[in-house]
């Protein structure tokens, strides 16, 4: 099994969402430009929510048409609806991502529509989609549980991921929206998703709620995945899930995938100098994440690009 993974960062979408100061385009910019020098070559930089809703995302268009002119980068952006997939298409966004949620209740908080409704939408997604380039893939929230029904079923999660693989995801991503996951749950929905959506490539976001994170990626690399969603400084969380709360922080998902001998092409050092400035412009927000406060090991092996 291949030993690349590939690490996209989301804290451009995912880790603005709790936060409460408003960043500028030229900020986002600049951390977008630093973390692409890190080796970074794929970044959910935007979410094509109505602003009305998040205003950190009323800059979404300008984000990815100025992303797009940044050389190795494929730029992807979040959408919820068939709105929101025009606007990333007119943008000229590369990849998007259409999230649903497995949990009804939360589908319904987050979007105001059933969870069924959602998935006749991605269909309604993947035909406007058909004539254009851009990639659709599809992202499962709550895939492990969910703080405002209680337990997901798996063969909800199943049905749901195997349908949308049928109809042309790209990708599926299973999400820890609540940070509900343990390793043995993932190993188990990991084990059983890769048999129902054939050659697709699965993907895995996982919120740290409760300390679980990184023991999560670990079960799903033994499942095979080999994609994970992570934000720097484990910003993150969903305005719409009571109790939600940062995403794995992507230095230190980083440095345990390069610890364990994975290719993540990514430069240790120069996420770390990133965390330093995200540090300086957000002040007055909590940063996560070990190895931002830590540093790198003494026996840790240094990549060089
Ligand atoms: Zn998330």
Same mark, same amino acid.
């Given at each position: ?22 960043? @500028?385009?030229?900020?986002?910019? &600049?951390?977008? *430009? ?23 995302? @009323? ?21 919820? *609806? ?13 990849? &998007? ?25 991605? *269909? ?20 492990? !549980?969910?703080?405002?029904?209680? @337990? ?8 749901? $991921? ?17 940070? +509900? ?16 959506? !054939? ?33 720097? $400084?484990?910003? !993150? ?5 009571? !109790? ?10 980083? +440095? ?10 990514? *430069? ?8 330093? +400035? ?28």
């Amino acid at each position: 099994m291949s030993n690349v993974v590939k690490i996209r960062e989301v804290g451009l979408r995912d880790g603005l969402q709790l936060i409460k100061t408003n960043l @500028s385009t030229e900020s986002k910019l &600049i951390w977008i *430009n630093k973390q692409v020098s890190a080796g970074f070559t794929e970044m959910e930089v935007t979410s094509f929510v109505p602003p009305k809703l998040l205003p950190q995302f @009323s800059d979404a268009s300008e984000i990815v048409i100025k992303s797009n002119k940044i050389k190795k980068l494929k730029p992807t952006a979040l959408i919820l *609806n068939i709105k929101g997939a025009i606007r990333a298409i007119e943008a000229g966004t590369k990849k &998007i991502t259409f999230v649903l949620s497995a949990s009804e209740k939360h589908n319904l908080s987050n979007v105001n529509c059933t969870t069924d409704q959602s998935l006749s939408m991605f *269909n309604e997604i993947i035909q406007v989609s058909k004539d254009t380039k851009i990639e659709v893939a599809a992202a499962i929230a709550t895939s492990f !549980g969910c703080s405002i029904q209680g @337990s997901v079923p798996e063969i909800r999660v199943l049905e749901l $991921a195997k349908e949308m693989a049928s109809k042309g995801a790209c990708e599926i991503n299973l999400a820890d929206t609540v940070g +509900y996951a343990n390793p043995k749950q993932v190993k188990a929905l990991f084990g059983k998703l890769k048999n129902q959506i !054939g050659n697709v490539p699965m993907a895995a976001h996982f919120h740290d709620t409760r300390g679980m994170g990184l023991a999560n990626v670990v079960a799903a690399l033994q499942e095979g995945v080999r994609r994970f969603d992570s934000t720097m $400084a484990g910003l !993150g969380g969903c305005p719409f899930a009571p !109790g939600a709360s940062g995403n794995i922080a992507t230095e230190d998902c980083v +440095y345990l995938l390069e610890s364990l001998g994975f290719n993540t092409s990514v *430069n240790v050092d120069k996420l770390l100098e990133l965390r330093r +400035y995200l540090t300086d412009l957000l002040p007055n927000e909590k940063l996560e994440g070990r190895l931002g406060v830590a540093g790198t090991a003494i026996n840790f092996k240094k990549k060089l690009l």
